[in-house]
């Protein structure tokens, strides 16, 4: 079974840091892109960053670059976004998803597989 488990979510005042985890089984980790998406209450969900499956080439939205740095160990089947100075425009639901082909790493609708979220809250 295909399973993308997120974590590491939570409250964090303004400026603050978190670091998100997605822990992968049920497919060949090492041949797939990852990416993150998030998702605001009554938005469309939306591109946050993106790792090659070699981890040479990244990707990033215009407003997270600077402050967010994705990651990945292939041999522990895990991908990770670390972001600090954090806004409250960063409040969301992080989704973990994995892309076979890797054509449009910035894009939705060419990953294959998606986790459950993880609830990310910047407030004071």
């Known amino acids: 079974q295909v399973r993308l488990v997120e974590s590491g979510g939570g409250l964090v005042q303004p400026g603050g840091s978190l670091r998100l985890s997605c822990a992968a089984s049920?497919?060949?980790?090492?041949?797939?892109?990852m990416g993150w998406f998030r998702q605001a209450p009554g938005k469309e969900r939306e591109f946050v960053a993106a790792?090659?499956?070699?981890?040479?080439?990244?990707y990033y939205k215009d407003s997270v670059k600077g402050r967010f740095t994705i990651s990945r160990d292939n041999a522990k089947n895990t991908v990770y976004l670390q972001m600090n100075s954090l806004k409250p425009e960063d409040t969301g639901v992080y989704y973990c998803?994995?892309?076979?082909?890797?054509?449009?790493?910035?894009?939705?609708?060419?990953?294959?597989?998606w986790g459950q979220g993880t609830q990310v809250t910047v407030s004071s």
């Open positions: 998803a994995a892309d076979r082909m890797g054509m449009q790493p910035t894009g939705i609708g060419g990953y294959d597989y």
């Open positions: 049920g497919f060949t980790f090492s041949s797939y892109s």
């Open positions: 790792i090659r499956w070699s981890g040479t080439r990244t």
